[in-house]
């Protein structure tokens, strides 16, 4: 757990940074601190390992000072991510991680084989491990930065935009990674970004800073986006928070509907889009009847791409909804856990669900 | 051919008791620059490493390496002729003095330059100071500082000659001598000496460097092309660039 309590940090020329930062990042959870640049999310974060020292207030992490004791030895217990990854160029990767093992005085070999460790954690092949940063892609880079960051074991997880100069497929990677990693280990992350997607992607908690370092709204993403406090947060959590805010609601109520399919080499059916599957039931594409000469089959080139599919279960309501508008019939692919074909899905079904889905959920 | 001749005999390789040959001055010449480019290493590193890791003084020191290049050394031996009288130290005075700024200036801008980034990222891993300069800073600067010892090297080596003009030994008696003496092929042998001596220490730090640099540091085009050019452009030139 990390606490700011009144932490304020003026610079030298002063230009106050952080203002009265009340806050309290919980246990276990990615807090996410976003906000325009110069709101001091990065100062704010900089704080906690004393790579800027507050200049007034009281910061707590897991209950301890931070200003208490000695920075290299607080920073050794926490874990740091920065952007560019800030890999050391002289050093392999296998090196690269092992760093704070090495510096907490366990030994070359124990830290190496802890590396090797890790890299597979963070999706790395081990074969890299004795190649240099120089020879790793941005997106790998960036995971070997995670690695090290993890390599002493550390509670808390300092992550200073750490995926903002990677191209946005890559970066959508390294989320869900985080994520899966996230659910694995458990640990304390404190995350900055500038980006609102991936504030409230990530997000347990997500804190908006406006510039001049004070808090505008400390809330869970779903809040945020149903229930902005002011102007300035409606405005920076961008035009269509209303559709994003179904991201949170849950699609349990929605009802699943029929939903008429056709195999490949089937006849084509006489009239309207039926879905195309494959011998395992698994969605291929759409298929428009009719309009065929007698007797023609279903071939691999009349089927049209379908839209997202809809898993049941597990879904949002936007994901059913843009099931239901990126399909060509109109009607959204409903699969299970397998992949298989459970049913359909409308708009229609989607906005019915909505009032229920809001009462049921304290957050909207 | 007559000139070469002089290079090629033995008798000139060997001297005699009271005129050493070759052999024995490129040893003295060797020995005033081995200890020309140590003093110099003992005073340059420490203080440009400092002044890098520091980001404290590293105009002034440039700007001082700088106009002390701009001595005329053959002008500072004759002033400190003048000071210290003969012997040895007047003219290692002036070769530290030459070698200082090549040094000084590849440590400070090597150790300077590392990417603000990596140095972050080391003190957030939790290293100290003197960690940060010797496991991050020092390590990635090493191109740079070789660099500057090759820049060094070569103006010591071909510098050294000025040694013989106080009475001392080294490969610039054959010069000297051979110019007073109207003999000619002894003082072209000499020059050919000196020039050949400069072009091999500088390929063995090439060599050295590719040891001592991390291969994550070197750039695969200049693993890949023959190295020669590159060295001796590298070693001379590029430095006073920097600093500047």
């Not at chain 1, 970004?193 to 709204?217: M, N, S, Y």
């Not at chain 2, 020995?31 to 890098?52: D, F, M, S």
Request: aromatic letters at 4%; a neutral charge; hydrophobic letters at 45%.
């Amino acid at each position: 757990m990390i606490e700011f309590r009144g932490v304020t940090k003026r610079f030298p020329d002063g230009t106050v940074a952080v203002h009265e930062l009340d806050l309290v990042a919980e246990q276990g959870r990615i807090t996410v601190f976003v906000g325009p640049s110069g709101c001091g999310k990065t100062t704010s974060v900089r704080m906690i390992n004393r790579m800027i020292e507050p200049t007034s207030g009281e910061l707590r992490v897991d209950g301890r000072d931070v200003l208490a004791g000695d920075p290299a030895d607080l920073r050794r217990g926490i874990g740091y991510v920065i952007q560019q990854a800030g890999l050391f160029p002289h050093r392999t990767i296998v090196d690269n991680i092992a760093t704070v093992p090495v510096l907490l005085g366990r030994g070359r070999r124990e830290g190496r084989s802890r590396a090797m460790e890790l890299m597979e954690t963070v999706g790395l092949d081990p074969s890299m491990a004795r190649r240099y940063p120089n020879q790793l892609s941005g997106g790998q880079q960036q995971r070997v930065g995670v690695a090290r960051a993890l390599a002493a074991d550390p509670p808390v997880l300092l992550m200073d935009e750490p995926f903002s100069a990677v191209d946005p497929v890559v970066r959508e990677n390294l989320q869900d990674e985080l994520l899966r990693l996230q659910s694995e280990l458990g640990k304390t992350i404190v995350f900055v970004t500038h980006d609102i997607d991936e504030a409230i992607k990530l997000g347990d908690k997500v804190a908006v800073f406006r510039v001049g370092g004070t808090l505008a709204q400390y809330d869970e993403p779903g809040v945020l986006l149903s229930r902005p406090v002011d102007e300035f947060v409606d405005t920076f959590v961008g035009r269509d928070r209303g559709y994003r805010g179904l991201g949170f609601l849950s699609s349990d109520t929605i009802p699943i509907g029929e939903l008429p399919t056709v195999g490949l080499g089937d006849p084509v059916p006489e009239q309207g889009w039926h879905a195309v599957l494959d011998g395992e039931r698994r969605p291929l594409g759409w298929i428009d009847g009719g309009h065929r000469p007698g007797g023609a089959t279903v071939s691999e080139g009349d089927v049209v791409p379908g839209g997202s599919l809809y898993p049941v279960g597990s879904g949002s309501l936007r994901g059913a909804l843009d099931a239901a508008l990126s399909s060509p019939s109109g009607r959204g692919v409903a699969v299970d856990a397998d992949g298989r074909v459970a049913g359909s899905i409308s708009a229609d079904d989607v906005l019915t669900a909505l009032p229920d889905a809001r009462r049921h959920d304290p957050a909207a | 051919m007559t000139y070469l001749g002089w290079l090629f005999s033995s008798e000139n390789w060997a001297g005699s008791a009271e005129n050493p040959g070759i052999a024995q001055r490129l040893v003295e010449h060797l020995g005033y620059t081995a200890l020309t480019l140590l003093i110099a290493l003992v005073i340059a590193l420490p203080l440009g490493a400092w002044i890098g890791h520091t980001g404290r003084g590293g105009l002034m020191v440039v700007g001082i390496a700088n106009a002390l290049r701009a001595l005329p050394t053959l002008g500072l031996l004759v002033l400190l002729f003048l000071a210290v009288g003969l012997g040895l130290l007047g003219p290692l005075i002036a070769l530290v003095i030459l070698a200082v700024p090549p040094l000084l200036a590849g440590t400070y801008s090597g150790v300077a330059n590392v990417d603000p980034s990596i140095v972050d990222a080391a003190k957030g891993m939790g290293m100290r100071g003197p960690e940060v300069l010797f496991k991050v800073e020092l390590p990635n600067a090493l191109p740079l500082i070789i660099g500057g010892v090759r820049s060094a090297l070569l103006q010591v080596i071909s510098t050294a000659t000025i040694a013989a003009y106080v009475g001392l030994g080294g490969l610039g008696r054959f010069i000297l001598d051979g110019l007073s003496q109207r003999d000619f092929p002894q003082m072209i042998g000499g020059s050919i000496l000196v020039a050949l001596l400069a072009i091999v220490a500088d390929l063995l730090l090439g060599g050295l460097q590719r040891l001592l640099v991390s291969p994550g540091l070197q750039q695969r085009g200049a693993q890949a092309g023959p190295g020669r050019l590159r060295l001796i452009r590298g070693g001379a030139g590029t430095d006073r660039a920097r600093a500047a």
